[in-house]
């Protein structure tokens, strides 16, 4: 059974930083896509973030510069570095794990099988 579980979240003023973490167990992919989605209060889920199996990574333009996503094959641990935060970041952020297909990694909700409970990231002006 696949587990993953996001922690990290929390409120912080604008311009602040934080680091989310998402552990996986159960997850047994050698070939896989890792992301981080968040989803605001009446809005759809997005991607954020990516990284596949050999460390390729891919951000959303809102955050390119901003966040920075890395992981830890070690620990099957995915974490999401955010920096210099805005009150438009504030969400509950989701990590998931997915196959990796030939092209790499999106932003697709549809390719991730499995996901966490999320954490909650507030930013205040």
């Known amino acids: 059974q696949v587990q993953l579980v996001e922690s990290g979240g929390g409120s912080v003023q604008a311009g602040g930083s934080l680091r989310l973490s998402c552990a996986a167990s159960?997850?047994?992919?050698?070939?896989?896509?890792r992301g981080w989605f968040r989803q605001a209060p009446g809005k759809e889920r997005e991607g954020v973030a990516t990284?596949?199996?050999?460390?390729?990574?891919t951000a959303a333009h809102s955050v390119k510069g901003r966040f920075t996503i890395t992981q830890d094959s070690a620990k099957n641990s995915v974490y999401l570095e955010m920096t210099s935060l805005k009150p438009e970041d504030t969400a509950m952020y989701y990590c998931?794990?997915?196959?990796?297909?030939?092209?790499?990694?999106?932003?697709?909700?549809?390719?991730?099988?499995?996901w966490g409970q999320g954490t909650q990231v507030t930013v205040s002006s």
């Open positions: 159960g997850y047994t992919y050698s070939s896989y896509c």
């Open positions: 990284i596949d199996s050999v460390g390729t990574t």
């Open positions: 998931a794990a997915g196959y990796r297909r030939w092209y790499g990694c999106s932003a697709r909700l549809a390719e991730y099988d499995y």
